[in-house]
């Protein structure tokens, strides 16, 4: 079956302070086994136990600093596996009409949202008002409306609003946008990002308007819009696209299957590129500047990414993508450590910015200013 899961393994081909938290910290630990490790633990629950919410629990195994601890689901069967297979407590486990009830367990510091696009607005917003930090997947909601409303209720409520960029904490990635910083390529001129695979199953959430928000852009071309950002270290000041549709039945109306759409950064850069439902294995990054370049392929899959630069092969090593990204987020959550990358809620409303602007500029075509 073509899904989103089978093309990203297919092209991998692999607030709280110190003291408060050493106790539980301490008592995590112990519950992970392993004894080197004395600092404090992000203990965790995941709501949505589908594809994603999966592979975010397996990584988790191997993580230090963070643990899986609860869950929330809507289908009881699922409880009873997860429960057994990551040894998680009864007391832990609410599904979709009383996870608010969260509030009142000391055992959980943060609540993954790992369900479809258009649920995680409310979802998020529910987590933060029961007092728990959230980490978001991408898209963090459907437009930017939903995103600003989302980062104004965790800020009402004193939590912190992360988003699943786990590409922030890749090492290849990391280490081009070191060289650019340090001036390898010169004056960044150009970026071509190219995002998309072949959608199998046409009853799937993510084909379903209400449930996605949209098509390609936003499960995977997004992808490509986050990536000229990091890449060429700018915000864009422009936007145009262009759509098309080669299966009306498929992609219905607010489904958007191929778009190409091209970005202006204030530095004078471009940025070329598509987002699709329709090709294979569309996964590659390029970066042109004056005095050098750099290409991954594949460039955001789970792994191992790979690529090379004007300086040389790539060759930073592999390891799995979300467990480098709780690892990281639980210092980010519990020690105030900063991203390479930012992966707040301000990050991901800006991506959100840019794809408003691209589904305004394919109905109005011309360039539609942006003020990120
Ligand atoms: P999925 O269909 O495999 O899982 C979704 C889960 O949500 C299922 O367990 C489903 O039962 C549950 N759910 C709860 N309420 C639902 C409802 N009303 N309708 C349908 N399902 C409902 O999807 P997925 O691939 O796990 O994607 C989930 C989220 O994770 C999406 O936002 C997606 O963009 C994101 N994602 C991110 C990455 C990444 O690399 N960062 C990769 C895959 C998916």
């Known amino acids: 079956m073509n899904s989103r899961r089978d093309f990203l393994q297919r092209v991998a081909a692999p607030l709280i302070a110190w003291p408060f938290l050493t106790g539980r910290a301490q008592a995590a630990e112990r ?60 007391k832990n486990c609410y599904n979709y009409e009383n996870f608010d009830q969260i509030r009142h367990n000391p055992d959980i510091d943060a609540v993954y949202v790992i369900t479809p696009n258009a649920l995680h607005h409310d979802e998020v917003i529910r987590v933060a008002r029961a007092g728990k930090h959230v980490i978001c997947e991408k898209p963090m909601a459907l437009n930017a409306r939903e995103g600003q409303e989302m980062i104004d209720a965790c800020r009402q409520a004193g939590v912190k609003l992360l988003v699943g960029y786990r590409m922030h ?25 190219l995002s998309g695979f072949r959608i199998g199953d046409p009853n799937q959430w993510r084909l379903n308007p209400a449930l996605a928000g949209g098509g390609a852009m936003m499960d995977i071309g997004i992808y490509s819009i986050n990536a000229s950002r990091y890449m060429i270290g700018e915000d864009p000041i422009w936007v145009t696209a262009q759509e098309t549709k080669t299966d009306p039945v498929k992609f219905r109306e607010g489904v958007d299957e191929t778009i190409q759409f091209q970005l202006g950064f204030p530095g004078g850069a471009v940025a070329s590129c598509l987002s699709t439902y329709s090709m294979n294995d569309m996964d590659k990054i390029f970066l042109e500047g004056e005095k050098g370049f750099a290409e991954l ?16 092969e790539l060759t930073q090593p592999h390891r799995t993508h979300q467990t480098v990204q709780m690892e990281e987020m639980a210092a980010i959550l519990l020690e105030g450590k900063k991203a390479p990358v930012p992966v707040d809620g301000e990050e991901a409303l800006k991506d959100l910015k840019i794809i408003d602007a691209i589904y305004a500029a394919v109905k109005a075509p011309g360039k539609i200013a942006l003020s990120l």
Not at 37 to 62: N, Q
Not at 169 to 193: C, D, N, S, W, Y
Not at 301 to 310: D, E, N
């Open 297 to 312: 392929h594949p460039a955001t899959a789970y792994g191992p990414i790979m690529g090379r630069t004007s300086l040389g």
């Open 31 to 90: 519950a992970s086994g392993d004894v080197s490790y004395e600092g404090p633990v992000l203990r965790v629950a995941i709501m949505g136990l589908g594809g994603y919410g999966t592979m975010v629990a397996e990584a988790m195994k191997d993580c230090r600093k963070a643990k899986l601890v609860g869950l929330i689901s809507g289908t009881p069967s699922k409880i009873t596996d997860w429960r057994a297979r990551y040894h998680i407590d009864a």
């Open 169 to 193: 904490f890749e090492p290849k990635t990391l280490e081009i946008i070191r060289q650019r910083k340090a001036g390898a390529f010169g004056k960044v001129l150009f970026f071509q990002g």
